[in-house]
Nanobody, 114 residues
Framework: VQLQASGGGMVQAGGSLRLSCAAS????????MGWYRQAPGKERELVAS???????KYADSVKGRFTISRDIAKKTVTLQMNSLKPEDTGVYYC?????????WGQGTLVTVSS
């Protein structure tokens, strides 16, 4: 499946952004969908994920501020980001994982200014 991420931009601290990941194929509940981010000079890290039969998983740093959701009909996974902080700055990538099949989107840049 091909993934297309969008919705990044520049926002002041305390603001909100909504990232979307559009998939070319199915994103049924059996497929794990996730958002990752990579800050300058740092490794890529998991931000949030949806796995079949489990509660959504969030990085400790974003709990209570970010919400991941899946719209199977629209083949879209969304990351709602509220109360953004400068440390949330980075390139955000969506990822799908079904058994050994992994796909990454191209990334969308989020910049949070203080």
């Amino acid at each position: 499946v091909q993934l297309q991420a969008s919705g990044g931009g520049m926002v002041q601290a305390g603001g909100s952004l909504r990232l979307s990941c559009a998939a070319s194929g199915s994103i049924s509940r059996t497929i794990t969908m996730g958002w990752y981010r990579q800050a300058p000079g740092k490794e890529r890290e998991l931000v949030a994920s949806l796995t079949y039969g489990q509660l959504p998983k969030y990085a400790d740093s974003v709990k209570g501020r970010f919400t991941i959701s899946r719209d199977i009909a629209k083949k879209t996974v969304t990351l709602q980001m509220n109360s953004l902080k400068p440390e949330d700055t980075g390139v955000y990538y969506c990822r799908s994982n079904y058994r050994e099949l992994v796909s990454w989107g191209q990334g969308t840049l989020v910049t949070v200014s203080s």
